[in-house]
């Protein structure tokens, strides 16, 4: 035997544990992919995944306060398109937070959130599409108080949304008292 075909012989064996490696790195990575795919493709990773969860006074203040705020103005300002618009990413955002917080203190987070929300939704959205400033107004302040409720019900009574005005720079009231 030549010293060619022994060191052929002899790289035969490392040749074949690459080949054995690569599959099985291939068949591992198929196997992720389809429990992906499997769990759905807009199915968020669980919390336990990315270790952080926000809470809900993170949610409340990066996603609801700010459009309840910009709804607000989009109004005020005649602008219903973006009111239409506004109100929708408001709905949604209540809507992921009930996703993120099933629970909350022994009751169903997003039926709580639907029950105060649900009627000033509906108030909003009829005020928006008749471009009503009035209907607009009353929706508005039944929403803010529906707010307003459910913090109290959580004994989050500090926490005192109000109808923004003109020249405030946020619908928060941090000069009022505790409701509780």
């Known amino acids: 035997m030549s010293g060619s075909e022994a060191a052929g012989i002899r790289r035969r064996p490392i040749a074949v544990a690459m080949i054995a490696v690569?599959?099985?790195?291939?068949?591992?990575?198929?196997?992720?992919?389809?429990?992906?795919?499997?769990?759905?493709?807009?199915?968020?990773?669980?919390?336990?995944?990315?270790?952080?969860?926000?809470?809900?006074?993170?949610?409340?203040?990066?996603?609801?306060?700010?459009?309840?705020?910009?709804?607000?103005?989009?109004?005020?300002?005649?602008?219903?398109?973006f009111a239409a618009y506004e109100l929708g990413n408001l709905h949604g955002a209540f809507d992921r937070l009930g996703l993120a917080h099933p629970i909350e203190h022994d009751i169903s987070f997003p039926k709580m959130i639907a029950s105060v929300t649900e009627a000033p939704f509906k108030e909003l959205n009829s005020a928006i599409q008749s471009k009503d400033g009035a209907a607009f107004a009353k929706g508005f302040a039944d929403l803010t108080d529906s707010c307003n409720s459910c913090h109290q019900a959580l004994n989050h009574g500090v926490v005192d949304i109000r109808v923004p005005n003109r020249t405030s720079a946020s619908d928060l009231d941090a000069a009022s008292t505790s409701r509780n």
Do not use: C, F, K
């Not at 291939?26 to 968020?44: E, Y």
């Not at 006074?57 to 709804?71: C, G, K, N, V, W």
């Open 22 to 81: 690569a599959t099985a790195a291939i068949l591992a990575t198929g196997l992720a992919i389809s429990r992906s795919v499997a769990a759905g493709l807009d199915a968020a990773p669980s919390p336990q995944a990315t270790g952080y969860l926000p809470s809900i006074s993170d949610l409340m203040i990066a996603t609801i306060q700010p459009r309840h705020e910009r709804l607000w103005r989009a109004a005020q300002n005649g602008n219903w398109e």
